[in-house]
């Protein structure tokens, strides 16, 4: 089955720890994308990767890194934690930068991070 | 079911009634548009797309319009269901840029039976 896999879902932690979060598509897309999600602000992009060891920030970089050793992994590492990073992050991939149906993203089902 | 975001415009249909759910785009550079479904504790679910060159599109129950214009978009779903009932966001993108999509901010959709 195609899909975005995201581990853990759920993440509890404490400030300071740092914590990776893996993101992994079975689709050979090369396109892929970190985003969290916070009440009142939607989705924003976090970071982004075109291809393998090519990736770039998004719109709230900050407190945040990834690599991209790989095509189908796209991993997210907080290396130290802070409360206001508590929010529920995506994974999203697609096949390429074409157009039409190739660039649709697809999403994985979420990572609930809280931070104490 | 987990809350995707507080302070949502919403809307309430009678179940086998037609919605429509409208979006403002911000960027008139941008030249392909996502409709997306979340449901609760789920990721955004792709449910039909436009480019810019097009003013319609159809799916199965689902119809996109899109007005360049007045950079508006709605989609419309036919006949709802209480499967319908999620959160639904519009995206827009400029291709060929950095493929980021911006969404909306969402709309609550709740099927009355």
């Known amino acids: 089955e195609a899909q975005v896999t995201q581990n853990p879902r759920y993440l509890i932690t404490v400030t300071g720890k740092k914590l990776t979060v893996t993101c992994s598509q079975n689709m050979n897309h090369e396109y892929m994308s970190w985003y969290r999600q916070d009440p009142g602000l939607g989705l924003r992009q976090i970071y982004y990767?075109?291809?393998?060891?090519?990736?770039d920030k998004g719109d709230v970089p900050e407190g945040y890194k990834v690599s991209r050793k790989e095509k189908r992994n796209f991993p997210l590492i907080l290396e130290s934690p802070s409360p206001n990073q508590t929010s529920l992050y995506f994974c999203?991939?697609?096949?390429?930068?074409?157009?039409?149906?190739?660039?649709?993203?697809?999403f994985g089902p979420g990572t609930r991070l809280l931070v104490l | 079911g987990e809350s995707v975001g507080l302070h949502l415009p919403t809307l309430s249909v009678q179940e086998g009634d037609n919605s429509i759910i409208n979006c403002a785009y911000s960027n008139s550079a941008s030249d392909y548009f996502i409709w997306y479904k979340q449901e609760s504790g789920k990721g955004p679910q792709f449910i039909i797309d436009i480019r810019s060159n097009m003013d319609k599109r159809q799916g199965q129950r689902v119809t996109v319009l899109l007005n360049k214009t007045v950079k508006h978009l709605s989609l419309q779903i036919a006949a709802t269901q209480p499967g319908d009932s999620a959160v639904y966001f519009c995206a827009e993108k400029v291709t060929f840029g950095n493929e980021k999509l911006t969404f909306g901010t969402g709309t609550r959709l709740t099927i009355i039976p």
């Open positions: 990767s075109m291809n393998v060891e090519v990736t």
């Open positions: 999203a991939s697609s096949l390429s930068r074409g157009t039409g149906r190739e660039e649709t993203q697809y």
